[in-house]
């Protein structure tokens, strides 16, 4: 099995920054894809970055030029820096990565949470 655990959110201000590790572990040939979602009451969860296993990024237009997604392919985690932070980035924070031979593998979630 693999298992993906999420870590380094908070509480932060505007303006402010956090940054979000994701490590995956156990039965990995390889990771494919790694991404990051997030879910805020009473919304959908949405896909905010992917990385490829190339390192192709992609964001959605809401973090664009204020998140980077980074992976360190040695220690399977992937990153989420997060800058310029606004209320509307509140939200629970999901890893998600695509394991060859495993599939789709999420994590349990971490709250990010940012005061006006």
């Known amino acids: 099995q693999v298992q993906v655990v999420e870590s380094g959110g908070g509480l932060v201000q505007a303006g402010g920054s956090l940054r979000l590790s994701c490590a995956a572990s156990?039965?990995?040939?390889?990771?494919?894809?790694m991404y990051w979602y997030r879910q805020a009451p009473g919304k959908q969860r949405e896909l905010v970055a992917t990385i490829t296993s190339g390192g192709t990024t992609i964001y959605a237009d809401s973090v664009k030029d204020r998140f980077t997604i980074s992976r360190d392919n040695a220690r399977n985690t992937v990153f989420l820096q997060m800058n310029s932070l606004k209320p509307e980035d509140t939200a629970v924070y999901y890893c998600?990565?695509?394991?060859?031979?495993?599939?789709?593998?999420w994590g349990q979630g971490t709250q990010v949470t940012v005061s006006s």
């Open positions: 156990g039965m990995i040939v390889s990771i494919n894809a």
């Open positions: 998600k990565v695509n394991a060859r031979f495993r599939g789709d593998v």
